[in-house]
Nanobody, 122 residues
Framework: QVQLVESGGGLVQPGGSLRLSCAVS????????MGWYRQAPGKERELVAA???????NYADSVKGRFTISRDNAKNALYLQMNSLKPEDTAVYYC????????????????WGQGTQVTVSS
């Protein structure tokens, strides 16, 4: 079974910073794409940032220039450095991974973490 565990959320004042981490464990051959999503109350889950195994990344327009996604392939870990946080960044942040379970199959699977709350408020 594959598990994704997020950490690093919390309460921060506007203009502050937080760093989210996601640890992936379980039976995985390789991870293709990893991403951070968020869901605010009453809104749909949205992509915040994603990164490929080669390091190519993309960001939602609302976080460009403020957030930085990174990953450690050796540790199967994903990170999100969030700077200049705004109240509208308040949401539950979820880690997602798209991966291959086995060398013998090219089929892709996907799993989600349980989420970590980020609250930006004075």
């Amino acid at each position: 079974q594959v598990q994704l565990v997020e950490s690093g959320g919390g309460l921060v004042q506007p203009g502050g910073s937080l760093r989210l981490s996601c640890a992936v464990s379980g039976s995985i051959f390789s991870i293709n794409i990893m991403g951070w999503y968020r869901q605010a109350p009453g809104k749909e889950r949205e992509l915040v940032a994603a990164i490929t195994s080669g390091g190519s990344s993309n960001y939602a327009d609302s976080v460009k220039g403020r957030f930085t996604i990174s990953r450690d392939n050796a540790k199967n870990a994903l990170y999100l450095q969030m700077n200049s946080l705004k109240p509208e960044d308040t949401a539950v942040y979820y880690c997602n991974a798209v991966y291959r379970r086995s060398f013998y199959s090219s089929n892709l699977s996907t799993d989600w973490g349980q989420g970590t709350q980020v609250t930006v408020s004075s």
